[in-house]
């Protein structure tokens, strides 16, 4: 969150609730990329802070990442050994285009390189001296263009090949990769330059198995070409707003697919018609696209479909009935539908020929901003493997939670922007599962915070907007397990942080909003050393008491924004004692 802990309205979530991870070494997403790329620190620095002797491996590739510029071969070094070399160059962002040379022939099998910067043409000629050998490349964000991929012809047992973000890579690119026939993976996330003819090129892939090309706006029409592409596994094509309902024909032969990410089309429910036969199907994105309650015709026969996401279509409870009968789901995202209590009713789980009906396999249900009151929760009662809900923005209050008490599996619940009180909270202290809650009302106080000392298991917990005191922190002192806390907009002065010191699981802290917190929470706070983010914005702390951070050694975002703190004194901070700290406000 920011400085102003401010939340979701009226903006697309690019999440799909499914693929949370982060293939390989580095994360690709802007938002993140600094977590995967900057916060780790030679293995070497690391265990001298712990007081442990590192191995002598660890010693030699320290060393040689140090005096790298005296090498001008590693040629005959045993692959593994120039791999970790070539890796923690990598890591520690040593490695350049001269010291790249030193790799020249060394048969390397892996080489990420994703958003590491310099990355250009001139890689790619020591790249490719890998040969045969090469089995991963990864260049994303590169400035490497159509000719540079004309040396990887000679890699020809590359299986996994990223270039998401290369804009400058076009159709003629696409040409050159063509007879990389043992490819599994191929990723050209937003290309604007890819076309529908250059597609073609693709058709000989005859291996891959998972195919992205998000936020690649010129391939309308271009999905003919990859009909033939039968191992298919993972197709994602969201984001692209070209994509029509003539764009699925050429998906109904692709048997194997088990992924289809196509959200943000225009795909409507005749497009959907096309996936009848993919029965080997388990996840199925179509966020933002112009289906109804129809597309249930051809979703209720896809019998191995486990995770659906929904949100942002066209649904209203007309036509919801067929929804009973993906009986195998296990992930369901219905958020921002026009849909009331009357849709619930063909969630619910019933008894029927000594049988349970219905949605019984369902984990994860997002109702987000639907129409959802107190008296629909009561179809949800027997979902009896439910572990995470989403109630945001509902019109769900403290009656309708007593619906939930039973549900013993339950792990995470969301009633932001709900008009829940103190008293429905009772209602959720009998879920000894519960390990996330989030309760950004206005509606909470105190007495509300006492009915959760019951959940020890709580490992995050959002209070934005609560109305919550230095008193109401006291209840939060055997909550032990807790890993993230939020209490953004409350009455907190120093006084009420001194029940949150002890807390020493936390790796997230924000105090946002709290405008009485001085330069003491600081103080206080300086014994949580698993912190990794903290946020103290819109308080009265002031760069003196920046010193007293000095022990979280793990912090690796600070936000102080409209503090009497400057970015200058943060910088300080940063090369002083917090080695790690990547990402700040203000900056």
């Known amino acids: 969150m920011g400085a102003a802990c401010s939340r979701k309205r009226d903006q697309l979530d690019n999440v799909d609730g499914f693929d949370r991870g982060v293939s390989g070494r580095y994360c690709k997403s802007g938002s993140s990329k600094w977590l995967a790329t900057t916060f780790s620190r030679p293995v070497l620095e690391i265990q001298r802070e712990k007081k442990k002797c590192p191995l002598l491996l660890e010693l030699c590739t320290y060393k040689i990442r140090e005096d790298i510029d005296n090498y001008v071969s590693f040629s005959t070094l045993p692959r593994d050994l120039s791999q970790q070399i070539f890796n923690e160059l990598v890591k520690s962002q040593r490695l350049t285009d001269v010291s790249l040379e030193a790799f020249r022939d060394c048969a390397l099998q892996d080489l990420y390189l994703g958003d590491y910067p310099g990355v250009n043409e001139n890689w790619m000629d020591v790249i490719s001296s890998q040969g045969s050998s090469l089995l991963s490349l990864d260049l994303s964000g590169s400035d490497v263009s159509d000719p540079g991929l004309i040396y990887l012809k000679d890699c020809v ?5 990223n270039l998401n973000y290369c804009d400058q890579i076009s159709d003629r690119g696409l040409k050159h990769i063509s007879g990389l026939s043992n490819l599994r993976s191929l990723t050209f996330r937003r290309n604007s330059a890819i076309t529908a003819q250059g597609m073609a090129a693709l058709s000989g892939l005859v291996n891959l198995m998972k195919l992205d090309l998000e936020k690649c706006p010129g391939i309308h029409g271009g999905l003919i070409h990859i009909k033939g592409l039968t191992k298919l596994e993972s197709l994602s094509i969201k984001w692209c707003n070209c994509i029509t309902d003539a764009d ?11 992924s289809l990410q196509i959200s943000c089309s225009k795909v409507t429910d005749f497009g959907i018609t096309y996936l009848k036969g993919l029965q080997n199907l388990s996840v199925l994105n179509l966020e933002g696209c112009p289906v109804t309650a129809s597309c249930f015709d051809t979703l209720s026969v896809l019998v191995s479909l486990l995770f659906l996401n929904l949100s ?11 929804l009973s009968k993906l009986g195998n789901l296990k992930v369901l995202n219905l958020g921002f539908n026009d849909i009331s ?16 009906l219905g949605l019984t396999n369902l984990e994860s249900l997002n109702l987000d901003s639907c129409r959802i009151g107190d008296n629909g929760l009561v179809h949800l009662t027997g979902l009896q493997n439910l572990k995470c809900l989403e109630l945001s923005d509902t019109e769900v209050g403290s009656n309708g ?8 599996k339950l792990e995470s619940i969301n009633l932001s922007f709900t008009v829940v009180s103190d008293g429905g909270l009772r209602e959720l202290s009998g879920l000894t599962s519960l390990k996330s809650l989030n309760l950004d009302a206005r509606q909470i106080t105190d007495a509300g915070l006492a009915a959760l000392t019951s959940l020890t298991g709580l490992t995050h917990l959002d209070l934005f907007g609560a109305r919550i005191t230095d008193s ?12 993230s806390l ?10 009420g942080v001194k029940n949150i010191k002890d807390l020493s699981s936390l790796s997230l802290l924000n105090l946002s909003q709290n405008c009485n917190l001085t330069d003491k929470t600081l103080e206080m706070i300086s014994g949580l050393t698993g912190l990794i983010s903290l946020n103290v914005s819109n308080s009265r702390v002031t760069s003196a008491g920046l010193r007293h951070l000095k022990p979280l050694k793990n912090l690796r975002s600070l936000t102080l924004e409209a503090c009497k703190v ?3 004194d943060i910088r300080r901070l940063q090369s002083a004692g917090l080695p790690n700290l990547v990402n700040f406000r203000p900056e």
Do not use: W
């Open 341 to 356: 209590d009357a849709c619930l009713i063909h969630l619910k789980v019933h008894f029927f020929c000594n049988t349970y």
């Open 401 to 408: 939670l007593r619906y939930l008490s039973g549900l013993c």
């Open 248 to 258: 699925m024909k050429p998906l109904s032969g692709l048997t194997n697919l088990k």
């Open 312 to 322: 942002r279509c066209n649904l209203s409870d007309d036509g919801c009935e067929k």
């Open 157 to 161: 047992n590359l299986q996994d090949l």
């Open 566 to 568: 400057t970015a200058n």
């Open 472 to 483: 109401g922190t006291s209840h939060l002192r055997n909550l032990r397990n807790l890993r």
């Open 486 to 495: 939020e209490i953004c907009g409350g009455g907190l002065t120093d006084a």
